[in-house]
Nanobody, 125 residues
Framework: VQLQASGGGLVQAGGSLRLSCAAS????????MAWFRQAPGKEREFVVA????????VYGDSVKGRFTISRDNAKNTVYLQMNSLKPEDTAVYYC???????????????????WGQGTQVTVSS
């Protein structure tokens, strides 16, 4: 599986961006998909995930109520709608996919098998 993230950019605080992650392969619907982010000098942080079965979602505490994840299995694409952006949201955002659908590990980067190249999101104050 190859993942291609896009949609990052520079936005003012309070603004919005939508990230996309396009996946190759014919089994996209069977993968849990997630977004992580990494700011300079910080560890990679879980943002949000959407499960393969039923499309349920898990959000990181810092983005609840502001970010929304969705997926279009017909287009092999997952989206991240980011609203009310804050300067602390500035980071490189990575999409990730995993085959093992274990809920207890959904927030952990090590449980993901495939990673996109990352897209930069910069929020100015």
């Amino acid at each position: 599986v190859q993942l291609q993230a896009s949609g990052g950019g520079l936005v003012q605080a309070g603004g919005s961006l939508r990230l996309s992650c396009a996946a190759s392969g014919r089994t996209f619907s069977s993968y849990d998909m997630a977004w992580f982010r990494q700011a300079p000098g910080k560890e990679r942080e879980f943002v949000v995930a959407i499960r393969s079965s039923g499309g349920s979602t898990v959000y990181g505490d810092s983005v609840k109520g502001r970010f929304t994840i969705s997926r279009d299995n017909a287009k092999n694409t997952v989206y991240l709608q980011m609203n009310s952006l804050k300067p602390e949201d500035t980071a490189v955002y990575y999409c990730a996919a995993r085959i093992r659908n274990i809920l207890s590990t959904v927030r952990f980067a090590y449980s993901y098998d495939y990673w996109g190249q990352g897209t930069q999101v910069t929020v100015s104050s």
